[in-house]
């Protein structure tokens, strides 16, 4: 269960929702692999059906407001800023990188919601600046435009994936639960059922083989590698 300033935190920034809605959806990695290898100019098409891909579009589906400053990964951040959430004889370090153990004890449960719902990594063993950047937001010290954040995210996503075997990339691809969710807010707007539109073939029978490699797209969001 999460702690009281963990709840308080991401309701506070409207990002609660969001959580709970995660873990209420089944992903399908096939869709996200599809999802994300196929953008032109950020729209994907899909068995017929055309998404876009924007800040916009994706606060729509989570519900997280698309409010704040734009902000993903860039910038140096100033030492002081750390020293709110590190243990105390820690404070006086300055490294960019540093033991996942050094986070105060109180701020350790929202940290790990933070990694797995909006980094998504898989392990907690160090913490880079953008930890405390997105810290900072949910600590309300430091705003930032979340659905921004994630937009770029998946384009950063995107970029990667490219050019690489079938196999790796379903061993790259995440947010997973956000795609669908992107998926399920146009499915609803054009009334289409989601058993209808995953039914296709394509999402059963892998358009790469395994050990094949995967063709790159030659739009803006796949051509010149994010930041």
């Given at each position: 269960m999460a702690s009281p300033i963990t709840v308080t935190g991401f309701k506070h920034v409207g990002c609660f929702e969001f959580c709970e809605k995660v873990q209420r959806i089944q992903h399908h990695p096939v869709l996200t692999r599809l999802f994300i290898t196929n953008p032109h100019d950020n729209l994907v098409t899909l068995v017929d059906v055309t998404f876009t891909v924007s800040p916009a579009i994706i606060s729509a589906a989570s519900g997280i407001p698309n409010v704040r400053e734009k902000w993903f990964k860039q910038g140096e951040l100033d030492h002081f800023y750390y020293e709110?959430?590190?243990k105390t004889r820690y404070k006086n370090e300055r490294k960019k990188i540093f033991p996942f153990s050094y986070l105060l004890d109180k701020y350790v449960p929202m940290m790990k919601i933070i990694m797995k719902y909006f980094t998504c990594e898989g392990s907690f063993s160090r913490l880079y600046s953008y930890h405390i950047w997105l810290l900072?937001?949910?600590?309300?010290?430091?705003?930032?435009?979340?659905?921004?954040?994630?937009?770029?995210?998946?384009?950063?996503?995107?970029?990667i994936t490219q050019n690489k075997y079938y196999d790796h990339q379903m061993q790259s691809i995440?947010?997973?639960?956000?795609?669908?969710?992107i998926v399920l807010h146009y499915l609803d707007q054009l009334n289409i059922a989601w058993d209808t539109f995953i039914s296709n073939e394509i999402f059963t029978v892998p358009?790469?083989?395994?050990?094949?490699?995967?063709?790159s797209s030659s739009h803006p969001l796949t051509s010149i590698p994010p930041p």
């Open positions: 709110p959430y590190l900072m937001h949910f600590t309300r010290v430091k705003m930032l435009n979340m659905p921004y954040y994630l937009y770029r995210s998946i384009e950063k996503m995107s970029f995440f947010h997973h639960s956000l795609i669908k969710m358009r790469i083989q395994h050990g094949q490699e995967a063709s």
